[in-house]
């Protein structure tokens, strides 16, 4: 690697680890070869890598600089992702290695210590920056959408992307239009969530032309064993469902769901299916 005040560092070697089903982040560690220090780099949502960070740092700082570019990019339809760093000592990096090595001995828990893995290095963790990616749409996909759509067919988007971005998104390509009804769910408790549904319910509002845009954490209760049924309930009929911030294993209790309360044929794309 070239240094940006300049020289070289060689790197001894890299280990990747992408992101377990329930999280919203990945990283990678390496070592150099001359002083034997090794550095993990993590990547992921703002939520995930700002939950992650350091306690030490002074947060004010954090709020006035990433967050607010990171709402400026989701504004601007970008898709987002943090960076953020630490130095391991010996310590840190022996007890990680013994639980990836307990993965590959025993598969039964390699879900559990992979966990455990990643949690242990990736805490305490120094901000890097934040970028803002414009993905394109293909030519012709808001067209398809628009075609499947009026042939019947419901469209739901299941993304990582941030709320706003996401909106953006499904706005170019045609999943959601000037004509439907956007209804936002936001709580992060039981009793909050039933209440929306209940809400959202008295509304009256044609099922056909209703946009429901919902996240992560929202979903993490609505997924409830106490929830579940009433949140099927409302979002089976609607014409276009939006979660965002959602993780890979949020994803495929969304198509689980769907899946076990209809009759419909059903087809999921992603890392959710």
Same mark, same amino acid.
């Given at each position: 690697?070239e240094?940006?005040r300049?020289g ?5 070697g890299c280990?990747?680890?992408?992101? *377990?089903?329930? +999280?919203?982040?990945s990283?990678s560690?390496? +070592?150099?070869?001359? /002083?034997?220090e ?6 992921g949502a ?5 939950e992650?960070?350091?306690?030490s740092?002074?947060r *004010?700082v954090? &709020?006035?600089t990433m ?7 989701s ?6 992702l943090?960076?953020?760093c ?7 990096? #022996?007890?990680a290695?013994?639980?990836l090595?307990?993965?590959?001995? *025993?598969?039964? &828990?390699?879900?559990?210590?992979f ?5 242990l290095v990736e ?8 970028? $803002?990616i414009e ?7 808001? /067209? ?5 759509r009026?042939?019947?067919i419901?469209?739901w988007?299941l993304t ?6 996401a909106v953006n998104? #499904?706005?170019?390509?045609k999943l959601?239009t000037s004509?439907?009804t956007?209804?936002?769910? #936001?709580?992060?408790c &039981?009793a =909050?969530?039933?209440?929306e549904i ?7 509002c044609?099922? =056909?032309?209703?946009?429901l845009?919902t996240?992560?954490y ?10 579940? &049924?009433?949140?099927a309930?409302l979002?089976v009929p609607?014409?276009v469902?939006?979660?965002c911030r ?5 994803k =495929?209790?969304v198509?689980?769901?769907i899946? $076990?309360k ?7 794309? $992603?890392?959710? *299916?």
């Open positions: 690697l240094l940006p300049g070289l560092c060689r790197s001894g280990n990747s680890s992408s992101s *377990s089903s329930s +999280s919203s982040s990283s560690s390496s +070592s150099s070869s001359g /002083e034997l090794y550095v993990v780099l993590c990547k703002d939520s995930s890598v700002l992650r960070l350091s306690s740092l002074d *004010s954090i &709020e006035s967050v607010r570019h990171t709402a400026a990019f504004c601007g339809g970008l898709r987002t943090w960076f953020a630490r130095r391991l000592n010996a310590r840190v990096v #022996a007890q290695q013994e639980l090595r307990g993965c590959k001995n *025993s598969p039964a &828990e390699r879900e559990t210590l966990a455990k893995a990643c949690d805490r305490d963790l120094l901000p890097l920056g934040v970028t $803002g993905d394109k749409l293909q030519g012709g996909v808001p /067209e398809a959408i628009a075609l499947l009026g042939c019947g419901r469209i988007l990582g992307d941030m709320q706003q971005t998104i #499904a706005f170019s390509c959601i004509s439907m956007q209804l936002f769910m #936001a709580s992060t &039981e =909050a969530v039933l209440g209940a809400q959202i319910g008295q509304l009256g044609d099922p =056909a032309k209703v946009a845009i996240t992560g929202t979903l993490a209760v609505a997924m409830s064993d106490s929830v579940r &049924e009433s949140f309930a979002v609607v014409a469902v939006l979660c959602v993780s890979p294993d949020q =495929a209790q198509v689980q769901l899946q $076990g209809s009759s419909w044929v059903t087809l999921a794309i $992603g890392d959710g *299916s």
